[in-house]
């Protein structure tokens, strides 16, 4: 029997240089705007699909515990982050968090994954199920065991660390 297709990740990079985001985030709410983010992002990275749904309760609740702040605070943070293009507009809209630069930055992850990188969620008007979210439909429950999905090459990583190749402002915080 195949293992069930993994569409969550372990790790993502943490680059130590900071873009435009996370120094408006520092600037506007200090040390909780960063440690928001920073945790919104492993949220995201645990979260099937890599989209969070804030809701209900205990998904709202959940968020709010884990970045120790408000809900008021976590709203506030959440649509600068927005306004920002950091996280998605018309899903927050719709209070779906989803992040393209996120995904786009741990892409390699899912390389060797035969379900593919998670897609971005589809808010359909039309149809009124599951709350008028669609997502990719996956295709089936197998993961590529061959190799270990999940292996930094010393190439890529010291390539991606040098200055001169990397647009700080384009990356997700």
């Not at 440690?35 to 804030?54: C, D, N, P, Q, V």
């Not at 950091?86 to 060797?112: G, Q």
């Not at 035969?114 to 295709?139: A, M, T, Y």
């Amino acid at each position: 029997m195949a293992r069930p297709k993994k569409e969550t990740v372990d790790y993502f990079p943490h680059i130590i240089k900071h873009g435009k985001t996370i120094t408006i985030l520092e600037n506007r709410f200090g040390n909780d705007g960063y440690a928001f983010w920073f945790k919104l992002l492993e949220i995201l990275g645990s979260t099937k699909g890599h989209s969070y749904r804030y809701e209900n309760t205990t998904n709202i609740e959940f968020l709010l515990a884990k970045t120790n702040v408000s809900q008021d605070k976590a709203e506030k943070i959440l649509n600068l982050l927005a306004e920002l293009d950091a996280i998605d507009k018309e899903l927050w809209e719709n209070n779906i968090i989803w992040s393209d630069n996120f995904v786009e930055n741990i892409e390699d992850v899912y390389k060797k994954r035969s379900n593919g990188l998670p897609q971005k969620p589809v808010i359909d008007n039309i149809n009124s199920q599951d709350n008028g979210l669609s997502e990719r439909k996956q295709d089936n429950n197998e993961v590529n065991d061959n190799e270990n999905s999940q292996t930094k090459l010393k190439e890529t990583k010291q390539n991606q660390n040098k200055d001169e190749d990397f647009n700080y402002d384009n990356f997700y915080y």
